[in-house]
């Protein structure tokens, strides 16, 4: 078989053409600090790249989520605790009236409190975490407990 000069030629520049192109990509690779400068580099380790990207993404998203819940459910143990003294209050003052030496001043004394505590227990009823009330179950966006005027 004859190889010509023209196909020894064609061959030669062929090679340094590849080779210039390989060259070509290190340098981009060392310039960017990145393996993979576009998908047709490795269309499987872009995938995998990818795949890595989004199971990152989502475990911080998970994160904020236990984090938001924390506080949500710090902020709800905190209104419970109150909605638990203020009742212990109203218990406290109400069996104090119960008995034969209360007199008219002292009803209307409790009486009072009574109403404060009752105003105090509306609101924390209607407490909220940012923009969402905590006791309102799925309509959390609207307010559990309403006054009727």
């Not at 060259?23 to 872009?46: C, F, V, Y």
């Not at 003052?93 to 002292?106: P, T």
């Amino acid at each position: 078989m004859r190889v010509t000069e023209v196909t020894k030629r064609d061959h030669v520049v062929d090679n340094i053409q590849k080779s210039s192109g390989q060259l070509q990509d290190i340098q981009i690779q060392m310039a960017t600090g990145r393996r993979l400068n576009k998908t047709s580099d490795d269309p499987i380790g872009a995938a995998r790249s990818q795949d890595i990207v989004t199971t990152i993404y989502s475990q911080k998203q998970l994160l904020q989520n236990i984090v938001d819940n924390v506080a949500w459910l710090q902020r709800t143990e905190q209104e419970i605790s109150h909605i638990n003294e203020m009742l212990g209050k109203i218990r406290t003052l109400a069996l104090s009236q119960a008995g034969s030496d209360s007199n008219e001043e002292s009803r209307q004394m409790v009486a009072r409190e009574f109403s404060a505590a009752r105003k105090s227990l509306f609101d924390t009823g209607n407490a909220r975490a940012r923009t969402l009330y905590l006791f309102s179950g799925i309509k959390s966006l609207s307010p559990p407990l309403k006054t009727n005027d």
